[in-house]
């Protein structure tokens, strides 16, 4: 069936650092790929996502490349702050699946450090 | 105002008892799902509905139930709850073809 892979964490970085978050995944169909972001106390919030093959999703200096060829979609950002910490997670979903939810992975703890 | 909320936010409550929660959009999106969120094992579905009349199955459906009172409004009940079931709960809707899905804050449960 389908799955998503991510890295485990916890992630600890020092601001300013670089950020990747790597993402694979198994699909039967074309799906559609997202990375969630749920900051403390809160709910998951899209951040990016991508919808076919090399399209690159981005937000607030997160970007992601659709790569059908390595069935990734791994997570970058240049530059983190403190404010970046939280859980992401990646997820995909199948368009014209029949159930037409999201697939999550188990999700990456991002902790950055002043 | 939020586009998704759910109530409570936190529940405590003692094994075998039942329990709903509820959800409430203002997206007017066709499409509420609910998942269960574990430390280290993401977010589960256990039940999702596309319409009023249309009501599925999810992943880890055993032990609860829903009910579709309306397009805005989505309820989960647990008939008799177990410790096991403690967990962060999500309701979240989305509307084709996007597969964008929008998340409530979470009800965050503890069962006795």
């Known amino acids: 069936g389908d799955s998503v892979t991510q890295m485990e964490g916890p992630v600890t970085l020092s601001e300013e650092a670089f950020l990747t978050i790597n993402c694979t995944y198994t699909?039967?169909?074309?799906?559609?790929l997202f990375w969630y972001v749920q900051y403390p106390g809160e709910g998951l919030q899209l951040l990016l996502k991508?919808?076919?093959?090399?399209d690159k999703g981005s937000n607030k200096g997160f970007e992601a490349t659709y790569r059908k060829e390595t069935t990734s979609f791994h997570l970058e950002k240049g530059s983190v702050q403190v404010s970046d910490s939280a859980v992401y997670f990646c997820a995909l979903s199948v368009s014209g699946g029949s159930q037409g939810n999201l697939i999550f992975g188990k999700g990456t703890k991002l902790s950055v450090k002043p | 105002d939020a586009d998704v909320t759910q109530t409570p936010r936190n529940r405590i409550t003692k094994t075998g008892k039942r329990i709903m929660l509820e959800c409430s959009q203002t997206?007017?999106?066709?499409?509420m799902y609910w998942y269960r969120q574990d430390p280290g094992l993401g977010l589960r579905l256990i039940y999702y509905?596309?319409?009023?009349?249309?009501?599925n199955k999810g992943e880890i459906s055993d032990g609860y139930s829903v009910s579709r009172q309306a397009q805005a409004k989505f309820s989960l009940s647990l008939e008799s709850a177990i410790p096991n079931q403690t967990a962060l709960y999500f309701c979240?809707?989305?509307?084709?073809?996007?597969?964008?899905?929008?998340f409530g804050p979470g009800t965050r449960l503890t069962v006795l």
């Open positions: 509905s596309f319409d009023v009349k249309d009501i």
């Open positions: 991508a919808t076919k093959a090399d």
């Open positions: 997206k007017g999106h066709d499409r």
């Open positions: 699909a039967t169909g074309y799906p559609s």
């Open positions: 979240a809707t989305s509307d084709p073809p996007t597969d964008t899905q929008y």
